[in-house]
Every structure is written in structure tokens, then in C-alpha cells.
């Protein structure tokens, strides 16, 4: 249910501009791996390759590879439906469908796999996604009112319980947070601790306490200027980057020093 | 001094006092300061409004005033009236022939108009659909005399089609071939002056659908996206939702140009009684009659045409206010 990430070579970029120069790194299975770093510096940049979102922006493109358990999914012939369908993914803002219900929300991603459900699984999936986002509780007396009635915070579980609803590999998190209060925000992070036994788990965030919190290795991306292209400046234990950083870009930032 | 006799005088008064205060409260409240552009701005837009609303209750007055020697005649002595029958008698059959035109216009051209606007928003090459989108907006500029020459010459193609329409199919009614078992030899019927009116009704359409679909929200298409949709999961999923009451307004209006439409329909459509058959020759519009007989009227049969126009001014107001009532009920609240 969890898949290794290794990034060779990766360059991105935005018709001729290159947007991230040479990211290597490997993410291991089960883990919560953060990523930081200034603005425009590229870090959702890189988290959208993981699933394929990158093309869908007109003029975009990538070089490099990305092996999930070894099969490049930037490979010939790869199919990029299939690998969002392995890969989820949670918006910086919540994003359910405004005209389904929750539970219609919940199950969109599974009917999409063209999986005939009987009602009692639909219901029971329903459930457990729902529980796996803590938000099972707070809705279970309305699954079929619309979704955009709830909380913003409730919004953002009920995206989480969409994505793992069809059982990904990975789960990718774009600043789940940063539109939440701190309450809310604080039901996400416990989440998150309980998604990474049995996800992959990679969350872009400003915030980087919040990264120090969450996370089991943090990878920090700077970006030389503008229209330079952004770099991994370091990758490691989180509580090493955060307590003792190798590079003193590194340490700059999160000491809140910059240039 | 006199300012103390004056506070001397309004004590003894007491009583009145808290009566007059809540009166004097509101106006000494300081006025908000409206600045000269805002309220030059703000009579311009009041004007306006005023102004449509003042020239629609026109166009109402002045059909039915001309509508009154109808009336009359109708009351008095239905005979007279075109047909023999009275009004209702001789305006039904119009009535029915421009909600069918319309009906089938609007069959034909919604299904290709959205395909179009999805076509241009959300499949074309990104160099292509811009041309494409500036050719249908095109579309909308040809007069309407254009599509009649046209749609005439469309006809003479179509008969061999609707022959054989009638040969496999003449057992529906509206394929129905004549007594003589042919189908109109000009080709000029109602069902080609719907197709016709169809290409023109389709610009509309497609704009509007076209700029709605371009306001999907990126964040909803993205959702879509990331659960593994494909484009046309995608489109199903969040921009078809979406736009719902953006379709629905938009095929309200060209309906409404479909229902309007005259010339075109005047110059393809060779007239008659009313039939089923869309096939053979036969049936009219409102506006068709209206353009048709309007050079050699005079007297009550001025009249008769006037209030065949106020009929069709009715329709158009039903459509447009259910129009309203589709948009107000399908329209998607949140982003």
C-alpha cells in the first residue's frame, strides 16, 4: 500500500524557463517527507510532478525520472491517468465538488476507476475513508448534503478522505493548512501522523514548524534569484535540518535569516 | 440672553420634548458625503434602467392599442378575421409552427454547440482555439438574408434526404410523406428552415457556453485531475456542473433568437396549413406571417398582424422569465 519514491535528475520546466535544476532525492515508504523553502523556489513545482499534475499546466514538461518501486512513471507509455489514480492529492485550498454530497464527494475518485459497488460497500468505504480523515463523526448525520456546507477545515479532511477513498500509494499535499485556522489545522497534522502508516506522505509548507511537527525527513529547495531556477539545497532527517543543518543556506533560512 | 429664554421656554414644554427628539435625531446625524462622480455615475445607470424599462412598456402599449380592432372583431364578429375562424383559430397554427422551428433549432444546435465550446475551452491545441472560437463568433455577424439565400439553396439539396426520411421513417409523423406519398419537391419546409435556424442560433450558444466553461474553476478541474480523471471525466466531474446554469441561460436566449427570427424563415419557407410532416410543404412562423403579409396589410388585417406580435412577445417574455427560474434553481453555489 506504500511505494518508494526515487527522483533522478529532475529539471522542470515552464515552456523554455527552467523552473527546478537537477532534484535528486529518495523518499522512503511510510514516511512523512516535508517540503520548505521560500517562495517561487519550486517545491510545488516538484510535489506536482509526482503525480503528473505538472503537464496539465499548457508549455510545461519535465526531464529526468521519477521510480515509484522502480517503475519510472515518466516512462514510455505510461499513462498519466493511472498514475494520479496511484498518487493522491490534497490542494493548498479545499477543493470538494460543489454539486456532490459528501458521500458523493468521498467516492468520486473510486466510481472513476469504473469500480461497480454495491451500496452496503459504497457505504462501508464511505466509512472508512471518512474515519481515516477524522472527519466521520463531524458528518456521519449528513452524507448527503453538499459538501460545501461544511467548514473550510472540514472541507480539507473531506478532500483527504476523496484522496485515500481509492487507496493510493502516495499521498501529496500542497500547503494542506495554509487557508485553516490553527484548530484545524492542528486535526490535519494529526491525520497526517496516522496517514503515514500506511502512506507514502510528501506535504509542500510554509510553515515550518508545522514541517518540524509532521514530518520524518524535511527537504529544503532555495532559489538563487528570480528567473533562476530553484534547487534541493539539502535533504535529511528532519531533526537534523532543523537542529543541525549542513549547509548554512539551510540554516539561514530557518533561522530566518536570508541572503 | 435671548438664547437662555429660548432653553426657558422650550422647559416648561417638556412633554412635547421627547417627541420631537427622535423626529430631530436622523437629521442631525451628518450626511454621507457623496462625491459629484458617483452621483453623475449613479443617475446615468438609474437612467438607463429606466429608460429600457420605459421602452419595453412601449413596444407592450403599442401592440396593444394596435391590437384593439382585433379584439373587437373578435368579439363581435370572429368571421371577419383572417381564416374565418376567429383569432385563436387563425394564430394556433402559427403559434404551434414557431415552437416546433424553435424546438428542433434548439435540439439541433445545443448538442453542437456544447461539443464546440468544450472543443475550444478544454480540447483544441491551444494555437487552434482561439481561430476557432473567432470563426463561430463570425457566424454571428452574417445577416440573417445570408442564411435565407442559403437555406434556399440548402433546400433544393435536401429533398433526396428527406425522400428517403420519409421512405424509412414515414411511419413517425413528422416524416410523413404527402397524400401522394412525396415530400415537398422545393425542399423548402419547416424542418429545413429549422436547421437552418439552428446554424443561426448556434454562435450564441456556443459563446456563451464557451465563456462560461472558461470560468471552471482550475482549482475543481485540478480535483478532478488528481483523482485520475480523464479529460472527459474531467469535464463530467467539474466543468459540466459547473456550467449548468450558464448552459441552461445560454440555450434560453437562443431560443428566444430562434422564436424571433424572420427573415431567414420568410424566405426559406414555403407556407401553409398546418401539418405534422415537417417534410412536406407547409406550416408558418409568427414572425415569418408577420413579414410575409405586413407589405399589403392595411385595416384589420394591420391589426391581426400587430397582435400575432403581441402573441409572440408573450412567448418570448414566458421563455425569458423561465429562463430565470432554470438559472435561479441550477445554479452552483461555492467554487
Known sequence: MSKQIDIKDLDIFYGDFRAVDGVQMQIKPRSVTAFIGPSGCGKSTVLRTLNRMHEVIPGASVSGEILMDGNNIYGPGVDPVNVRREVGMVFQRANPFPTMSIKENVLAGVRLNNKRMSRSEADELTERALRGANLWNEVKDRLNLPGSGLSGGQQQRLCIARAIAVEPEVLLMDEPCSALDPISTLAIEDLINDLKDKYTVVIVTHNMQQAARVSDKTAFFNIAGTGKPGKLIEFNETSSIFSNPEKEETENYISGRFG | ??????????????????????????????????????????????????????????????????????????????????????????????????????????????????????????????????????????????????YGLWGIALAGNLTAFYLWLSKWFGWIPIFAPDADGSVSNTGRTLLTASLVLSIMILPIITSLTREIFLQTPRLQEEAALALGATRWEMIRMSVLPFGKSGIASATMLGLGRALGETMAVAMILSPGLLTASLVVSGNQTIASEIAQNFPEAAGLRLSELITVGLVLFVITLLVNMAARAIVAKTSVKGS
Open chain 2, 1 to 146: 440672553m435671548p438664547t437662555s429664554t429660548q432653553t426657558t421656554v422650550s422647559g416648561p414644554a417638556g412633554a412635547p420634548d421627547p417627541d420631537s427628539r427622535p423626529a430631530s435625531g436622523p437629521a442631525q446625524t451628518p450626511k454621507a458625503v457623496v462625491r459629484p462622480g458617483d452621483r453623475i455615475f449613479s443617475a446615468a445607470t438609474l437612467i438607463a434602467g429606466i429608460l429600457i424599462l420605459l421602452i419595453l412598456a412601449g413596444v407592450a402599449l403599442f401592440l396593444l392599442a394596435q391590437s384593439k380592432d382585433t379584439i373587437n372583431a373578435q368579439i363581435s364578429d370572429p368571421s371577419s378575421i383572417t381564416g374565418g375562424h376567429g383569432f385563436f383559430a387563425y394564430v394556433w397554427p402559427l403559434v404551434v409552427g414557431t415552437l416546433i422551428s424553435s424546438a428542433i433549432a434548439l435540439l439541433v444546435a445545443t448538442p453542437f454547440a456544447l461539443g464546440i465550446a468544450l472543443f475550444t475551452t478544454h480540447m483544441a491545441p491551444r494555437k487552434l482555439a482561439p481561430v476557432l472560437g473567432y470563426v463561430i463568433d463570425l457566424l454571428a455577424a452574417i445577416p440573417s438574408v445570408v
